[in-house]
Every structure is written in structure tokens, then in C-alpha cells.
């Protein structure tokens, strides 16, 4: 139950400066289909988190318990200097002829491929004896952020104070991470 939690709220954390939800509702104002492009999220989030998942089930055997508590650490440290870099625009996909639905799903997971949370959701995943509840939260966290940036539009989503925003998220992505690497240490 503790990867659940802790991947809804770090899946939060981690969206909320980035540019999945910026992507979503550049989809939702181009296809004016909100609803079907917060189910695209929804899939997209779900199968590259369950990627994270099964990425960690292979690796869990080979890593110790300070092991898998340090993966974590590097994971949240890692999330909080991306949470800190300016987000570029994302692409448009304005190319791409696949409907609202292909379009926001295939657009969406390629984006999230590889990012900064299905990395948490592997080291969430490495230390829970029910791993995919780590997806199950990391997809509900970043689907809370996603979800009414999807709703608001690009043009409102953007006028929300983003820098901030990201640093915020970078600050206590670091702090959680700092504690998290000083406790598999021993030190604290």
C-alpha cells in the first residue's frame, strides 16, 4: 500500500511542472475533445508506468534492501533536476492524422517514455511487495495534474505561475530524496 501512496503523490509532484499535461491540453484545444484526450492520458501514463513496473520486477532479486532504498534516492534526486529544467514546448504532433483518440495515446506515451516518473515507479516498484500499485498511483498522481490542464487549455494551463510551480516540485523532490538516500545510508 506504501508504493501506492507514495507513487499518487510523487506522480503529482513530478507532473506538475512537466510537459505531459502541457501536451494534453494542447491536444484538448486542438481536437476540442477533453474527455477523450484525459482517456488517451490515462493509457498512455498506465502502460509506461507499467513498463517502470515490470522493469523492476526483473531487477528487485539482484539489488539489496539498502540497494533498492538508494535506487530510490537516485530516483527522486534525478526527478528533482529535471523537475528544474525549463519545459520546452512540446510537439505539436499537428502532423499527425491518427483522430483524437491515435493521436493523444500514441503522442502521449511516446512523450512519456522514459521520463522522470517511470523511473520513481521502477524504484517504488523494486521496494513493494505489490508492485503495480506503484503504477496504479503513479498513473492516478500524474492523471490528477493531467486531468484539468486537459480541462483548463494550453492558454490557461500556461498562465498558471509554472516556474514556481516547478520549483516547488524540484525543492521537495530533492528534500524527500536527500532524507531518503541519508536513511539507506544509515546516517539518519
Known sequence: MDALMAALVLGAICQAGD???????????RFRAPVMVIMATAVALAANYALGVAGAMIIAPLLSTEARLLLLALA??????????????????????????GTSTLGLAIMIFGDRMQFVVLALAVRSELPWLAAVGGTIGAL?????????????????????IRIASAVLLALVGVVTGLSALRLI
Open 19 to 29: 510537459k505531459t499535461p502541457w501536451l494534453a491540453a494542447i491536444l484538448a484545444d
Open 76 to 101: 527522486l534526486l534525478l526527478a528533482a533536476v529535471g523537475t528544474t529544467l525549463r519545459a520546452r514546448s512540446p510537439d505539436r504532433l499537428e502532423g499527425w492524422r491518427l483522430g483524437a483518440l
Open 144 to 164: 490528477a495534474v493531467a486531468a484539468p490542464a486537459t480541462l483548463m487549455g494550453e492558454e490557461r494551463w500556461l498562465a498558471l505561475p509554472q516556474r514556481p
